[in-house]
């Protein structure tokens, strides 16, 4: 099998590295790393070996089985089609395609049937949105969810390397506001809704993962923490819902880890979304608060691009 | 005018000193400042002079007009009486006599007239608390609150001067969980409900002030932040409410400020309370979501304090 890494300096495609090596996908297989003019030519450790990453262009893309991509959504729109034409599946980690009708959204565990033979693009959802739908998903195995309102508290690793060097110098690099000592409630651009893009995607990716038009209200907000999303979260059901109900449905849920107090630093090197706070909401109906955290880099979403790999391959489909 | 402070050496003991100063409350009046055994001896600089800070005890307790308690609730149970008995108001921030029915709970612009004659005790609510229904009380000019869903981002002043310690140096001295790098969903001890004391105090004490059995939901969250809290705050109505409405209720609010991206490096040292991200909640009726933030030693506790003691002084409330 070859597999192209298409940002593989960038923390989520480390992080993809990782991953492929700890599930033994890298020996026997071709691995090509990708990147910009700037960071050709740096050599990446993968498995055992070191590999020199290439400069992406239209002339250096060869065939592959698997193009994933993490380098941005412009790179993926001026991309990803011409690894298609060279046979990849495209799983692609960016905003590029998430809201194209032909193309799935894809959390595995959730709705990895939406991948058809005809799919040639897989787009890997937000990491803030990863993080929630992955719990929701078990909890409606007892009830619809009516309304969801959620508040961030995101990790600056979700903004790149350069974010975590203005965390740990004080500098204003990648973020616009400093991020020491502070928090910034603003993530991507503002939409005429009031909403920012960050927020826009929670709600409109939640949707589509569960195909199901939920209400939901998301305020997401840049906290200093240097790895590890967490989501404080208040879930109004169709019918009653005690806490006890949720807890067991959760520690029963793949990927889901019920503690007391989840915090990033239980959370950072973990493939799972810890789960804790459960407690019922007295002021409204049918409703629970929960906080969750987890790895963006890894659930959010390294984890998320290879167990979609691994989901095709599992299930033959061909792509065709 | 003899103004005893108690907890003086401490973080909210401090801001009050500096407040005194600002509203040149120092000069012409006697300050005695109380701290424990540990600190007693140390100075403090009170306007231009050093003043000694005393041991408090039954022993050492001198008739004044005012003592402000900012050292914990034991302190406050141990001898706020003394100090009445002594001639003096009694402004307490801390938790001990707030669910007293016979204590007034006071933010004075919003419910100064709640101190009478026989008022010996006033309580200052919690900082979260403080934050949330300044701007809470100019929404209801138009329509009541139906339900609030608030988390918090709380900064480590808040637990006083070893949680600073840990914030910079990583250490656990204060807080029971590393800060640096992490946040900490729990603030206080839990109670049967699921929530934390603090969580169950914005419950509360928002009730009292604001006089109304408001429906509300709260997670507090403590982040790594030397200074200022915010809060993500979702606001539902019992009639329509556009983003404008509000704003131009906010706009002409004392102690507001309106700005588009609230944040603790803007709200540290400010006097007010920094509301933005006010926008429509598209996922409920009549409901709002905005975002605030304060600096909680200012704004959230040593400025509450002294202002509740100018309330009495304008209003000459006379204590008997």
Same mark, same amino acid.
């Given at each position: 099998?070859?597999?192209?890494?298409? !940002?593989?300096?960038?923390?989520? @495609?480390?992080?993809?590295?990782?991953?492929?090596?700890?599930?033994?996908?890298?020996? @026997?297989?071709?691995?090509?790393?990708?990147?910009?003019?700037?960071?050709? !030519?740096?050599?990446?450790?993968?498995? *055992?070996?070191?590999? &020199?990453?290439?400069?992406?262009?239209?002339?250096?893309?060869?065939?592959?089985?698997?193009?994933?991509?993490?380098? @941005?959504?412009?790179?993926? &729109?001026?991309?990803?089609?011409?690894?298609?034409? &060279? !046979?990849?599946?495209?799983?692609?980690?960016?905003?590029?395609?998430? %809201?194209?009708?032909?193309?799935?959204?894809?959390?595995?565990?959730? #709705?990895?049937?939406?991948?058809?033979?005809?799919?040639?693009?897989?787009?890997?959802?937000?990491?803030?949105?990863?993080?929630?739908?992955?719990?929701?998903?078990?909890?409606?195995?007892?009830?619809?969810?009516?309304?969801?309102?959620?508040?961030?508290?995101?990790?600056?690793?979700?903004?790149?390397?350069?974010?975590?060097?203005?965390?740990?110098?004080?500098?204003?690099?990648?973020?616009?506001?400093?991020?020491?000592?502070?928090?910034?409630?603003?993530?991507?651009?503002?939409?005429?809704?009031?909403?920012?893009?960050?927020?826009?995607? $929670?709600?409109?990716?939640?949707?589509?993962?569960?195909?199901?038009?939920?209400?939901? *209200?998301?305020?997401?907000?840049?906290?200093?923490?240097?790895?590890?999303?967490?989501?404080?979260? #208040?879930?109004?059901? #169709?019918?009653?819902? *005690?806490?006890? $109900?949720?807890? =067991?449905?959760?520690?029963?849920?793949?990927?889901?880890?019920?503690?007391?107090?989840?915090?990033?630093?239980?959370?950072?090197?973990?493939?799972?979304?810890?789960?804790? %706070?459960?407690?019922?909401?007295?002021?409204?109906?049918?409703?629970?608060? $929960?906080?969750?955290?987890?790895?963006?880099?890894?659930?959010?979403?390294?984890?998320?691009?290879?167990?979609?790999?691994?989901?095709?391959?599992? =299930?033959?489909?061909?792509? #065709?």
């Amino acid at each position: 099998m070859k597999i192209s890494i298409i !940002g593989a300096t960038g923390l989520v @495609g480390r992080e993809i590295i990782k991953i492929l090596s700890e599930k033994n996908l890298i020996n @026997g297989n071709t691995i090509y790393l990708y990147a910009s003019e700037k960071s050709a !030519g740096k050599k990446l450790k993968v498995g *055992s070996k070191f590999l &020199k990453v290439m400069p992406l262009s239209l002339s250096t893309i060869l065939p592959c089985d698997f193009a994933l991509f993490s380098a @941005g959504s412009l790179v993926s &729109k001026m991309f990803a089609k011409e690894f298609t034409k &060279k !046979g990849a599946f495209v799983i692609d980690n960016s905003s590029a395609f998430r %809201r194209k009708n032909n193309v799935p959204l894809v959390v595995p565990q959730i #709705n990895g049937n939406t991948i058809t033979n005809k799919t040639k693009i897989i787009a890997c959802p937000n990491c803030s949105t990863i993080g929630l739908v992955l719990p929701l998903f078990y909890l409606l195995k007892h009830a619809e969810i009516e309304r969801i309102v959620v508040s961030t508290y995101q990790a600056v690793s979700g903004a790149g390397k350069k974010a975590i060097e203005d965390l740990n110098n004080g500098t204003t690099k990648k973020l616009n506001e400093p991020i020491k000592n502070n928090l910034i409630p603003q993530i991507d651009h503002f939409l005429y809704s009031g909403n920012t893009f960050e927020e826009d995607k $929670m709600i409109y990716e939640t949707q589509k993962i569960l195909n199901r038009k939920i209400n939901i *209200s998301s305020t997401c907000v840049r906290v200093p923490i240097q790895n590890c999303h967490s989501e404080s979260v #208040n879930i109004t059901f #169709n019918k009653p819902f *005690s806490a006890k $109900m949720a807890k =067991n449905l959760l520690k029963n849920g793949q990927k889901i880890e019920l503690l007391p107090l989840p915090m990033p630093t239980l959370a950072n090197g973990s493939n799972n979304v810890f789960v804790g %706070r459960i407690r019922k909401d007295y002021s409204f109906k049918n409703t629970l608060n $929960m906080f969750l955290c987890f790895d963006n880099l890894r659930v959010g979403a390294s984890l998320n691009v290879v167990s979609i790999m691994e989901y095709i391959i599992l =299930n033959k489909i061909n792509g #065709n």
